[in-house]
């Protein structure tokens, strides 16, 4: 970053990692948020300069984060479907439901009806399929309950390891005129990791 003015180079990083910011909130929508961020990332450090700091213990941090996101969202889901009752059928169209429901309700609310139609969608999802198989309407409801429950925090929980990615990749691409301390971020990268997976008990 040292052959460009502070100014500019801060207006970079900044409107590179807002960039990011929005390219986050895909995981609403059921999609691979996180990977493109990875992509994003490494695209930065093939066009821009003195990114030498990105090295090997970056990409392993950023990797397992992304790893950790994917992780959390479908074991949250399975997890709390099946806790209420679900079958893996259930689960199944209940992931599938939450995917057309992001997708159709996307344009309502500037893009929050994407997250409103997740949720309904893993709940009517989930709820057909049991119905469809047979089971009693009080247990269906429960089943779908979970399913929904699951979702949402299963994307609460990727959109954090996302949130954690994105941080990891300023503290390494922000100008410091001091340089950086790589350090410090391995800590502070698995204190959010425990938080994350509190979340999810």
Avoid at 1 to 6: D, K, Q, T
Avoid at 119 to 137: D, H, I, K, N
Avoid at 146 to 151: D, I, K, S, Y
Wanted: hydrophobic fraction near 60%.
């Amino acid at each position: 970053m040292e052959v460009l003015p502070f100014s500019l180079a801060s207006l970079l990083a900044a409107g590179f990692l807002t960039l990011l910011g929005f390219v986050l909130l895909l995981n609403i929508f059921g999609l691979p948020a996180n990977w493109i961020v990875v992509a994003l990332v490494a695209i930065w450090k093939a066009v821009h300069p003195a990114t030498e700091q990105m090295g090997l213990t970056f990409w392993l941090m950023l990797l397992g984060l992304a790893v950790l996101g994917e992780i959390l969202e479908f074991a949250l889901q399975i997890v709390k479907a099946k806790r209420y009752g679900s079958s893996s059928a259930g689960t199944f169209a209940g992931m599938l439901g939450a995917i057309a429901g992001a997708i159709l309700l996307a344009p309502l609310f500037f893009g929050l009806g994407a997250l409103l139609g997740a949720l309904a969608g893993a709940w009517l999802g989930c709820l057909c399929m049991e119905l469809l198989r047979g089971r009693p309407l009080g247990e269906a409801l429960n089943a779908a309950m979970g399913a929904m429950l699951g979702r949402f925090l299963g994307t609460v929980c990727k959109c954090g390891a996302g949130g954690g990615m994105i941080a990891l990749t300023a503290r390494y691409i922000w100008p410091h005129p001091g340089g950086i301390d790589p350090t410090a971020v391995p800590e502070k990268i698995g204190q959010m990791a425990c938080h994350l997976l509190a979340l999810g008990c």
